[in-house]
T-cell receptor, first 112, second 113 residues
C-alpha cells in the first residue's frame, strides 16, 4: 500500500459526459501528479500540482483539467468524453520536487 | 521533450537466472531515473531509483546502472523468482520545475519455473 488513495476504482460513462476523479496524496506529500495509462500511449504524464499551484503540464488535453485543494487532495476533471479517453488514470504523490513518486491504485475509466 | 526507449518489450527467463532490461533517454538534462514494477490490476510500484551523480545502485537482488555519457540505464535482477513476473517500466525526468516522469513502454518479464 503506497498511502495514495484514489476514488472511484472503476467508472463507466457515455461519450460526451463529464467525470471527476479524486486523489488523496500520502501524508506530508505536497506534490500530486496525474498520469494516463492506455495500451497505445503507455504511461503518460498529464499534470502536476505542488501545494495548491499548477507546476507542470504534460500531454493533457484541453478537455481535461485538474486542481489541488487546501487539504492537498486533487481532482482530475475529464469533459466531453470520447471513446479514446478510456484508460487507467493514476495519481502519484511526492514530498516536493525531484523526489520519489508513489502511485495510487488507479481509476479505470470506460467510455461507451 | 524527453523520450525514453525501453528494450526488450518481453523477456522470458528461467527461475534463478538473471534478467536485464535496458533504457535510453534523449534529454541530457535528465537527472533522476526510477524503475517501477506493475502487477496486473495495480499501480506502478517503485523498486529502485538512481540519480545522475551515481553510476550504480544496488538493493539486494536488484541493481541499476547509469551511463550519462551514453544516456542509457539498465535494470538487473539476479536470482529471479516467480514473484518477479510483472511489467517493469523505466522512467526519466529532468526536474527543474517539470517533474513529471517520462516512461518507457514497459517490459513484460516472465519467470519460467
Amino acid at each position: 500500500d503506497s498511502g495514495v488513495t484514489q476514488t472511484p476504482k472503476h467508472l463507466i460513462t457515455a461519450t460526451g459526459q463529464r467525470v471527476t476523479l479524486r486523489c488523496s496524496p500520502r501524508s506530508g506529500d505536497l506534490s500530486v501528479y496525474w498520469y494516463q495509462q492506455s495500451l497505445d500511449q503507455g504511461l503518460q504524464f498529464l499534470i502536476q500540482y505542488y501545494n495548491g499551484e499548477e507546476r507542470a503540464k504534460g500531454n493533457i488535453l484541453e478537455r481535461f483539467s485538474a486542481q489541488q485543494f487546501p487539504d492537498l487532495h486533487s481532482e482530475l476533471n475529464l469533459s466531453s468524453l470520447e471513446l479514446g479517453d478510456s484508460a487507467l488514470y493514476f495519481c502519484a504523490s511526492s514530498v516536493g520536487g525531484v523526489d520519489t513518486q508513489y502511485f495510487g491504485p488507479g481509476t479505470r475509466l470506460t467510455v461507451l | 521533450g524527453e523520450n525514453v526507449e525501453q528494450h526488450p518489450s518481453t523477456l522470458s527467463v528461467q527461475e534463478g537466472d538473471s534478467a536485464v532490461i535496458k533504457c535510453t533517454y534523449s534529454d541530457s538534462a535528465s537527472n533522476y531515473f526510477p524503475w517501477y514494477k506493475q502487477e496486473l490490476g495495480k499501480g506502478p510500484q517503485l523498486i529502485i531509483d538512481i540519480r545522475s551523480n551515481v553510476g550504480e545502485k544496488k538493493d539486494q537482488r536488484i541493481a541499476v546502472t547509469l551511463n550519462k555519457t551514453a544516456k542509457h540505464f539498465s535494470l538487473h535482477i539476479t536470482e529471479t523468482q516467480p514473484e518477479d513476473s510483472a511489467v517493469y517500466f523505466c522512467a526519466a525526468t529532468a526536474g527543474g520545475g517539470a517533474d513529471g516522469l517520462t516512461f518507457g513502454k514497459g517490459t513484460h518479464l516472465i519467470i519460467q519455473p
